[in-house]
């Protein structure tokens, strides 16, 4: 059986109960739906059947549903979105379903056929479409309306002013790195040259022209291709912190300097080839560091890019319009499209659904989700079109929230990162220092080399791989964090992380989960029914951000949709690890524990009263998370000692720990936040460093007072401010992997530091001695730099789920 039989012959799914089946030139194919058999006929009818023949990834489904894709030529996204050129407007568009070469050939085909169309360019590295187009001959819509049925869903890839900077910045490089490329081949052929003639036979004539010609090839790589090293080394002197640019300048102008010199009095050694050849080598692994730091910021641009701009709004009538993302307010309803982006956070209209949400949570796999549910920004609808009431636009959805804590997160540098610096800012001026006393000294020695070996001592020990060991190693760890659905808000994080012995959870919708169900009602006063005592509890927790809510606020959600008026409730004020009081239908009550609600002793139930005398009971049951009993195995087995604080009661809390084989002695209910803070404070007494996991307003003064802090998906946001990490995925599974990321991050800047170390203790001793000529010195250093960020982007290519399970 090949893959075909039981795939789509388009898009690579798997096939339904009744195929569609579609014959070209004589062959019978299967596809998924209609769209894919419809996208491969286009493709033939093209004759660009050559598609399926180079591509080594399939394409994506194709969108079978009407798609309204009017707000693409509006003109305010036009004006904002795209640029003006001679012949008409460019735009640059991502796709997530470009996976490979075969994708770009058929997108840069499929385009450039359409009317209007002036020029397309596919890349499938970036997933990038720029298209150029005239739209008095074909609006834009249209041309997407292409891209859709072939598969590809296009999306604006950000600002138009920010991609065309990244595009120019991208093609200045790439140009300095050519020119210094092929300026070291040539430096080098003539330098090979002049290095031969050992018996010194070259007529002085020739050998001055080989010296002039390296000149004029090597200027131009020195003060083009090598500016930003001097524009870096005139930015560090200008603030008085010299670093890494101000070495390599100041190494580059003195071989470049130095052998213009000579060239023009007829000295007996140039050294333009060593020059060009470290400029060279230096922006290869500029830019390698670059790529490393590109990993986190490519979150950033996902999740920009994860916003759609427009979306289809039901009318009263329930005809739909399309509408700018802008335009959304909570409290409408939106038609999203099967394989389209949500444009807000909502709650699901529809039975069931499921949600691609990737990019959110770091969940590859679909996520099914039914009526009622919260669906968040930038999910990916599944297999059919979905209604969701809009309840969060713009900056309040968990996507918006997310985007400005990767913004923070990368804004701030650890502090293991500015030692670093500290160090290779004062080595620096050690080491210029030692450049002029090895300078001295072998004046005395012997002259002639006495510059070959201080541009060699500069050369070799540029701190180039000390400056690099840090960043480039959190660089590509941010970017692991992502995927593995967790971001780091505070700097240092992921170090602190890395030293932990104990682990404090919080109980309620941390290990808990999110359903609660009231297992028994017993109510102390004839004039009052069960039925009665739960609308009256579900009235006082109707806007209560609490886990336990959910157990009492289905009962008004049911009212309402029985047609009966909800009860409310009036004044209502939150006690803190207490419970909840307020007026309904004109009496004062009070829900929650039962000293406070009754005054009666704790049991670990929830107690409705009036402060003196109860009224009922509640019995609840409490869910465990997601992954909760895999989680606290994990981390027993990498020697952390595990806590559990809980403001619920003894005896619930207790029983609780005993259902996840946590120990009893570490085991505390009935703590209000300040007693969780002082029982971390003594933890962190003894020596102990201190994780707080926990999702809760009340957690926030625990989780600000942890040595480091994780705050859970759907922590309130008070928590996650507080918090120095955030998951973003359901599971708690992740956290494992989180320990195992950051003892591998620290490993790897361990590693790191060592290699820099020791490759400048070795280095420094042979340089002195004039053991390496510059050229060797150059190479040597580059070789360094890349060893260190080469182990560094390990992180991205390791599996932190195998280093959990060690």
Not at 314 to 322: A, F, H, I, K, V
Request: a neutral charge.
């Amino acid at each position: 059986m090949t893959p075909h039989d039981t795939t789509c012959f388009h898009c690579g799914e798997g096939l339904p109960a009744l195929p569609v089946e579609q014959s070209i030139e004589g062959q019978t194919h299967r596809y998924c739906c209609a769209g894919c058999a419809a996208a491969a006929m286009w493709i033939h009818d093209a004759h660009l059947d050559d598609y399926y023949r180079l591509r080594s990834d399939p394409a994506g489904r194709v969108q079978t549903e009407a798609t309204d894709l009017s707000a693409w030529d509006e003109v305010e996204l036009i004006d904002s979105e795209s640029r003006l050129t001679p012949s008409g407007r460019e735009i640059t568009l991502v796709t997530d379903g470009m996976r490979c070469a075969a994708c770009a050939w058929l997108i840069d085909r499929a385009l450039s056929r359409e009317a209007g169309v002036i020029g397309v360019s596919a890349n499938a590295v970036t997933g990038r479409i720029r298209i150029e187009w005239n739209p008095h001959e074909r609006k834009l819509s249209a041309l997407l309306r292409r891209l859709l049925l072939l598969g590809y869903r296009p999306a604006l890839a950000g600002s138009m002013q920010r991609e065309r900077q990244r595009r120019e910045d991208r093609r200045r490089w790439l140009l300095r790195v050519g020119l210094a490329g092929l300026g070291t081949v040539q430096a080098m052929m003539f330098a090979e040259a002049l290095y031969l003639d050992t018996a010194g036979q070259m007529p002085l004539p020739t050998r001055d022209f080989l010296r002039w010609i390296t000149f004029l090839i090597a200027t131009p790589v020195v003060f083009w291709s090598g500016w930003p090293f001097l524009s870096g080394a005139w930015r560090e002197l200008r603030e008085r912190m010299p670093g890494m640019d101000t070495l390599v300048a100041t190494s580059v102008l003195l071989a470049w300097g130095a052998s213009t010199v000579e060239t023009l009095r007829g000295g007996p050694q140039v050294w333009f080839d060593a020059a060009v050849m470290f400029v060279f080598l230096l922006l290869l692994a500029r830019m390698l560091e670059r790529r490393a730091r590109s990993l986190a910021a490519a979150r950033v641009d996902a999740l920009a890019q994860a916003q759609p701009r427009s979306a289809m709004r039901e009318r009263e009538d329930q005809s739909l319009e399309s509408i700018p993302v802008a335009r959304l307010k909570p409290g409408d309803i939106v038609r999203v499209a099967a394989g389209a982006t949500l444009p807000a956070d909502g709650v699901l209209l529809d039975d069931e659904a499921s949600f691609s949400e990737a990019l959110l949570t770091g969940e590859s796999r679909p996520v099914r989700h039914v009526a009622g549910d919260a669906v968040l920004a930038g999910s990916g609808c599944g297999d059919r079109a979905v209604r969701v009431r809009v309840t969060a636009t713009g900056a309040r959805t968990r996507l918006s929230e997310l985007s400005h804590l990767v913004l923070r997160a990368q804004e701030q540098r650890p502090r293991i990162a500015r030692i670093a610096d500290r160090i290779a800012s004062r080595f620096v001026v050690v080491l210029l220092l030692a450049a002029i006393a090895m300078y001295l000294l072998w004046l005395r020695i012997e002259p002639a080399r006495a510059f070959e070996v201080a541009l060699s001592l500069l050369v070799i020990s540029c701190p180039c791989a000390l400056s690099l060991s840090v960043p480039a190693a959190l660089a590509a760890a941010h970017g692991t964090l992502s995927r593995i659905g967790a971001l780091a808000v505070r700097a240092d994080a992921l170090d602190t992380l890395s030293r932990v012995s104990d682990v404090v959870f919080d109980k309620t919708g941390t290990l808990g989960g999110d359903a609660w169900r009231i297992a028994d009602v017993e109510t102390f006063n004839n004039a009052i029914t069960p039925e009665t005592a739960l609308q009256w509890a579900a009235a006082l927790e109707r806007d209560v951000h609490h886990p336990i809510a959910g157990a009492f606020q289905w009962l008004q959600a049911e009212r309402s949709d029985g047609g009966a008026p909800a009860l409310q409730a009036d004044a209502v004020q939150v006690t803190t690890g207490q419970g909840i009081s307020g007026i309904v239908n004109g009496r004062a009550l009070r829900l929650g524990t039962a000293p406070f609600a009754a005054a009666r002793t704790d049991d670990g139930a929830v107690w409705l009263g009036d402060g003196a005398q109860p009224l009922a009971r509640f019995a609840l049951q409490e869910s465990q998370r997601e992954g909760a009993r895999e989680t606290v195995q994990a981390l027993r087995q990498r020697g952390l000692a595990l806590h559990l604080f809980s403001g619920d009661g003894e005896a619930a809390v207790q029983d609780f720990a005993r259902n996840l084989d946590l120990p009893a002695a570490n085991t505390y209910g009935r703590l209000s936040p300040e007693d969780k803070l002082s029982h971390l404070r003594e933890l962190q007494s003894q020596g102990r460093i201190v994780a707080m996991v926990g999702d809760g307003l009340n957690d926030a003064p625990v989780l600000a007072g942890a040595d480091v802090s994780i705050a859970v998906p759907g922590a309130a946001p008070l928590a996650q401010q507080s918090a120095d990490l955030v998951l973003t995925a359901p599971s708690l599974q992740r956290l494992p992997r989180l320990f195992a990321l950051a003892a591998r991050t620290r490993a790897v800047i361990r590693q790191n530091l060592a290699l820099s170390l020791g490759y400048n203790l070795i280095a420094l001793p042979l340089a002195a001695m004039g053991m390496v000529r510059p050229w060797i010195a150059a190479l040597a250093m580059v070789v360094s730099s890349l060893t260190v960020t080469l182990n560094a982007l390990r992180l991205s290519r390791d599996n932190p789920l195998q280093e959990a399970r060690r």
